[in-house]
């Protein structure tokens, strides 16, 4: 399914973000540390399979709970298999926290999602800055269009990634065309543009070539726009689908310049204030990265 896009920002940090409302605070939440299913923090392993295990117990638990991350950095990939590095469903009254400024995770594939959740209940990801550890997606300048032939050229930005990379050669090669004025997601662009091949031209010049039922998308492109080809074979670094009464406090950080987008579908139920969207939006229109994205977010009442 393809969403409409609702830009927020461009960046290479985005600071504190929240969804939707908190949870009742009549019963002290269960605590299930990860580092005691064996994700350990500054460790070179992955963290991945002990932050699941932990979240597996505390939601069988079957009361409210709380998966703690300590203090550190935690290297994570995704699960044999899958893009997704943390994949949750249907599940209820459980919290994810780090310790607010000292925990980040580190996603190790440019080609994975962090975390996927569908169809829960009262649950939280709270104080934890998310990071890539390889640019998940390269930039540059729409230099020019065929719409005869289905393809447009990028001048790819210094010090971004070369569509030759390895990672690029993804079964679902996506991008995202960019008003270069205001550096957010083109107004009445298309959701996704997906290709087919990457040519190199010259220097760091790329042609590439949409998938045949893609090409009248060039219709919404000119040249001079800005174009983000990404990385990740999954659509989004979080997506919460089919939830409800769910609350994201958390960091996208790009200190090795790692940028992603959050998904919500409509269903989803996510309550953010409109002057925190414009906060962020006003804070990171000076940044240098592009491909910042909400999607589909359902926004509550100004306050």
Known sequence: MLHKFRPIALASIISILCLSAAFSADKPARVFNVKDYGAIAN????????????????????????????????????????????SIDGISNIT??????????????????????SNCR????????????????????????????????????????????PYFNIESKFGLIIDAKKRQL?????????????????????????????????GDMAVGDRFVQMARQGFTTIGLMGCSDCLF???????????????????????????????????LQSKGKLGISIIDLKLGPPK
């Open 186 to 218: 083109k107004a009445g662009a298309s959701d996704f543009i997906f290709s087919s091949t990457f040519t190199h031209i010259s220097d760091r010049v790329w042609r590439i070539t949409l998938n045949p039922g893609e090409r009248s998308k060039l």
């Open 43 to 86: 460790s070179q392993a992955d963290a991945g399979p002990g932050i699941r295990q932990a979240i597996w117990e505390a939601t069988n638990s079957k009361v409210k709970a709380e998966v703690v991350l300590e203090a550190g950095r935690y290297l994570v990939k995704p699960m044999d298999g899958s893009t997704r590095c943390i």
């Open 249 to 283: 406090c958390f960091n996208l950080h790009a200190k090795r310049h790692a940028i992603g987008n959050i998904v919500l579908e409509k269903e989803s139920y996510a309550k953010l204030r409109q002057k925190l969207v414009d906060e962020i939006a006003d804070e």
């Open 122 to 165: 009262n649950f939280a990801v709270k104080d934890i800055a998310i990071d890539y550890d390889t640019l998940p997606f390269t930039q540059g300048k729409v230099v020019g269009i065929d719409p005869a032939a289905g393809t447009f050229d990028m001048d790819i930005d210094p010090g971004f990634p070369l569509l030759s990379e």
């Open 96 to 117: 994810i926290r780090g310790q607010r400024g000292k925990t980040e995770i580190v996603v190790t594939d440019p080609r994975g999602e962090f975390l996927i959740a």
